[in-house]
């Protein structure tokens, strides 16, 4: 028997027992102390089942605010991850894009190198024997007096050396453009990268 069944049984009028609602009792005379006390109880358990389900919703709204939060959070990360990636696949690119370019520079530079290289054995091997060649030639005629074949040697050993001068200083003019174009391509990649980084 439950306790609407023992209010009736009693006969106690307008008394009500029901889920969320107050419990009225009139007539208490004709209610044994048992029967009010438990009537009692009942009312103080619906207050607290009140309270509790009400403290259950509050914990119920502020974890679905909680989780909405970690949803946007994680979005959002998500994104900051996506951008990285294509950030982390573009640097990649430009990498490979100046490796290949570094590798292209230092091919020329060895180039030039052995450019260098053969013009100096053509100057020895070709001009050299031509001045001395020639000086004999003078010497052996007896065209010149001692004065004029040390001017001679002297006009030679100019021409020779200017020749080697001016060679070198073209391919030295040479792999400076080549350097400095490639010290700044490396400048521009680099400032792009350190602002890249700071947005």
Not at 67 to 88: K, T, V
Not at 112 to 118: F, M
Not at 180 to 199: R, Y
Request: aromatic residues 4%; neutral net charge; proline residues 2%.
């Amino acid at each position: 028997m439950n306790a609407q069944q023992e209010l009736e049984r009693v006969g106690i009028l307008g008394a009500t027992i029901a889920p969320g609602n107050s419990v009225t009792v009139i007539h208490q005379q004709n209610v044994s102390p048992a029967i009010f006390n438990r009537i009692q109880n009942l009312e103080s358990a619906n207050i607290e089942m009140k309270t509790r389900r009400l403290e259950q919703e509050n914990k119920l709204a502020s974890q679905a605010s909680r989780i909405q939060s970690l949803e946007s959070r994680l979005q959002n990360r998500q994104q900051q991850l996506e951008s990285q990636a294509i950030e982390i696949k573009s640097l990649q690119t430009e990498i490979i894009d100046l490796t290949a370019l570094e590798e292209a520079h230092t091919i020329t530079i060895k180039r030039h190198d052995q450019s260098i290289k053969v013009q100096k054995e053509f100057i020895v091997k070709k001009v050299r024997p031509y001045i001395i060649s020639f000086r004999e030639d003078f010497k052996s005629q007896s065209i010149k007096t001692n004065d004029q074949e040390r001017e001679l040697d002297k006009k030679l050993a100019l021409y020779q050396s200017i020749l080697m001068e001016n060679q070198e200083r073209e391919l030295n003019e040479k792999l400076a453009l080549y350097e400095a174009n490639l010290l700044q391509k490396v400048k521009k990649i680099i400032l792009a990268e350190l602002l890249g980084s700071e947005t």
